[in-house]
């Protein structure tokens, strides 16, 4: 199974935002790069970087010549032994198998059958709360939420949840420091909740291969075109890929809201809620960069990438490009068209990307009618290690 980094794209930092404030804030080096090196070669890292929209777009729309099937990713394997990749290091026509038989599911008009239950199961992780008017946003509500959600949405039984909580959270846990020993405890707690839950999910396939349920675990297991190995892989892609993304989303966008200080105008209606989510999609996006490895030798805006070579394209940056985005330095919450890539392009265009805009919808919703303020302390913000977010948000709120 992909690790998440495999999954996510986050590889390495180039030496210029390896600092807290260069993670937190890399747009400068973002700008600077567009206008001085927009194809650049990374000597340390051996990469390619793209920041520009226009080659952001080629690399991630082009599969014939960039295959997302990222160097060095591991294969997984199924019990038997047999090789097996999901769909998002896939590319056509091996990927259409991989992903036609869900897609239905994650329409925006299938998910709105779901909503009223994702604002059920919103009220009941804000109940949940500890410590009364000051509690950490990330730990308490952004993890918990979209963990919460999928569960429902796999099927997972009610009995089985706080197991489950306990190895979605090892699959996301972070060293507590930057030492060798807490970095390795952390990978073997990754990998002992990959196997627990590749193990539980084979065992919920099996049990429900008669078809009577209507979650997506019964879905894979009826689906006769993936193997079993296929099948535990998809359940545990859409943990991996759909959990910390829409966690930072939520902690992301709460940042902007406070940073602008219009978390009250969202409130209100005065500034439309789902529009100023895109925003933060494109202002702040939780994945700043996506690898693909070059097919085949291509030039790319006057430079000469070789096959085999990696291409880092970054999504922060393109997100920020003035050809696309008038004042794209600036948050502007009402932009309207935002054509932001922040879910990628292309075949591998994110699949859960109506269910995260729908989670982040609700979330602020129900967050901001239940608690009449909310204040989140934007001093000394430590930047995450996985994807581009929060390591912590204390939030003090009055009901
Ligand atoms: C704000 C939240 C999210 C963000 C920013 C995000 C971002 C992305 C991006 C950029 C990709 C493209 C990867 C690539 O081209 O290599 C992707 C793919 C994917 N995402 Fe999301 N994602 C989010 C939420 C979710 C959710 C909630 C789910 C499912 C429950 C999900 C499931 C997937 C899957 C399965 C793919 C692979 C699609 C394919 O290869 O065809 N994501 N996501």
Known sequence: MQSTDAVVGKSELPEAIRSRNGQLEPFEWYAEMRRSAPVHFDEERQHWDLFRY?????????????????AGSENATDDDGAMFQTMIMVDPPGHDRLRGFVNERFQPGTLREYQ?????????????????????????????????IIAELLGIP???????????????????????SSIKR?????????????QYFAQLLEERQDGSGDDLITLAATTEE??????????????VAGNITTTNLLTNALWCFEERGITDAIRTGEIDRKQAIEEVLRYRSPIQSLDRVALEDVELNGRQIREGDVVTAWLGAANRDPELFDAPEEFRPERSPNRHIAFGKGVHYCLGAPLARIEADVAFDVLLD??????????????????????????????
Do not use: H
């Not at 777009?57 to 082009?62: G, I, K, M, S």
């Not at 952390?186 to 590749?198: D, I, L, P, V």
């Not at 993936?226 to 943990?239: D, N, P, T, W």
């Open 226 to 239: 993936l193997s079993r190995g296929e099948q535990v892989g998809f359940c545990m892609l859409l943990l």
């Open 54 to 70: 226009e080659e952001t777009n080629r690399v991630l729309t082009d599969y014939e010549s960039f295959t997302a099937n990222r």
């Open 186 to 198: 952390s990978q073997e707690r990754m990998q002992w909740a990959q196997q627990q839950m590749g």
């Open 158 to 180: 009610a009995e089985r949840r706080d197991e489950f909580k306990e190895w979605s959270d090892a699959l996301v846990a972070r060293p507590e420091d930057g030492s060798e």
């Open 370 to 399: 239940r608690f009449e303020t909310i204040e989140a302390d934007l001093t000394d913000l430590q930047p995450l290690r996985s994807l581009y977010g929060l390591e912590s948000l204390t939030c003090t709120i009055e009901e």
């Open 116 to 148: 009223p239950r994702i604002e059920e199961l919103t009220e009941e992780v804000l109940d949940q709360i500890d410590g009364e008017n000051r509690f950490d946003f990330v730990d308490e509500f952004a993890i918990r939420l979209p963990i919460t």
